[in-house]
Nanobody
Framework: QVQLVESGGGLVQAGGSLRLSCAAS????????MGWFRQAPGKERDFVAA????????YYADSVKGRFTISRDNAKNTVYLQMNSLKAEDTAVYYC?????????????????WGQGTQVTVSS
């Protein structure tokens, strides 16, 4: 059974940091690119960050570039999102997702598997 389980969300003050983790199981993690998306109330699910199967290539939304870092540990079947200098507008539910190698990293429709999401709330 495929599972992606996010953790590490919570409440943090503006300027603070959080590290999200996403533990994967039930599929060949190393064969999939990984991504993070977020969805605020009443808004669409937006791309945040993605990485290649090895983690050697990364992509970021302009809104988080320089503040967020995606990484993965294929030995642990886990992908991470380090979030620094958090802003109130980063408040959202954050989802990790897995896409085949041929998929477009920024398009949610390219992703086959999704986690249940973890809430991140940044107070100003």
């Amino acid at each position: 059974q495929v599972q992606l389980v996010e953790s590490g969300g919570g409440l943090v003050q503006a300027g603070g940091s959080l590290r999200l983790s996403c533990a994967a199981s039930g599929f060949s993690f190393g064969y999939y690119g990984m991504g993070w998306f977020r969805q605020a109330p009443g808004k669409e699910r937006d791309f945040v960050a993605a990485c290649s199967r090895s983690g050697g290539i990364t992509y970021y939304a302009d809104s988080v570039k320089g503040r967020f870092t995606i990484s993965r540990d294929n030995a642990k079947n886990t992908v991470y999102l380090q979030m620094n200098s958090l802003k109130a507008e980063d408040t959202a539910v954050y989802y990790c997702a897995a896409r085949p190698a041929s998929g477009s990293y920024y398009n949610p429709l390219s992703y086959d598997y999704w986690g249940q999401g973890t809430q991140v709330t940044v107070s100003s």
